[in-house]
């Protein structure tokens, strides 16, 4: 077994790890709010510690393996980008689709050093439902940070979106109001996070063709086109509105319809007009 083994149906991406938790463990340079701090002793789970985990990476590396490593917290993204930089001074990363998962809370240092390794970021719309729960347990002005998408494109670092279902419910066109839309609930309210915004046209981009290439999508070990057109590869999504509305949907409710590798577009709905001028409209 060889990493990306397979093929466009199904095939072995690499190997995933975890260095710390989710939102009541992600790791972090400073305490949790309290009482979750525990009188400032308590800054998340550390679940691999530093030299394990980088010896792991390096022996991954040397197998020919990429490796997506699951970091929420600032302080695991310092121990991701560590052990990613000692495995790339062995043999090059660069190119090889290494991911950083979640990235919550990067620092401003973090943008340089990944984008030094090629490093990719797949990003989810947790914040959408979770915000009271960290707030609570991070306080407002990290919980306002999560996750940074504009800052990460401002700093031309690669992005993948996703909805890390069942982590948080799979609907895709949630994504996309999340990070377009800038809500999140907040005691029953939709409120603005501070970094979330992006355009349409860029989460249109990265939720489905950033998405498909982070996947290295290949059919007889050639790559596989990616694109909102038919027939090309990528996760596509239909529904009975218009992308460019989505400020004003309700996400919950808008019936959609979603495939990986579709051929066609006839996915139960009608939509008002062609899949390819809703695009082009954002």
């Not at 001074?89 to 401003?108: C, K, N």
């Not at 990003?123 to 407002?140: E, K, M, N, R, T």
Request: charged content about 20%; proline content about 5%; overall charge neutral.
């Amino acid at each position: 077994m060889r990493s990306d083994e397979g093929d466009e149906w199904l095939k072995i991406a690499g190997m995933k790890l975890i260095v710390d938790g989710g939102f009541e463990g992600g790791r972090m340079r400073e305490p949790y709010e309290e009482p979750y701090g525990k009188d400032g002793t308590f800054r998340g789970l550390q679940l691999m510690p530093q030299d394990r985990y980088t010896e792991i990476v390096k022996e991954l590396n040397r197998l020919g393996w990429r490796v997506g490593t699951h970091a929420v917290g600032d302080a695991a993204i310092d121990e991701v980008l560590a052990g990613y930089e000692a495995a790339n001074r062995e043999r090059s990363i660069t190119g090889s689709r290494w991911a950083i998962e979640h990235g919550f809370l990067p620092r401003q240092e973090h943008f340089a050093r990944i984008n030094a390794l090629g490093v990719f970021v797949t990003v989810q719309d947790h914040l959408y439902l979770a915000g009271p729960s960290l707030v609570h347990y991070w306080g407002g002005a990290r919980a306002a940070w999560v996750t940074p998408v504009r800052a990460y494109l401002g700093h031309r670092v690669e992005v993948a979106a996703g909805t890390d279902a069942p982590v948080v419910p799979f609907q895709p066109l949630w994504t996309i109001y999340h990070f377009v839309g800038l809500f999140a609930y907040y005691n029953g309210q939709l409120t603005l996070p501070i970094d979330a915004w992006t355009s349409g046209r860029n989460q249109v981009r990265f939720s489905w063709i950033d998405d498909a290439g982070a996947r290295r999508l290949r059919k007889n070990d050639r790559p596989v086109a990616v694109g909102i057109d038919v027939g090309r590869g990528g996760g596509i999504e239909a529904s009975s509105g218009a992308p460019s509305t989505l400020g004003a949907w309700n996400a919950r409710s808008v019936p959609t319809s979603c495939c990986s590798q579709c051929s066609t577009l006839s996915l139960g709905v009608r939509p008002s007009i062609s899949f390819r001028n809703r695009i082009q409209s954002l």
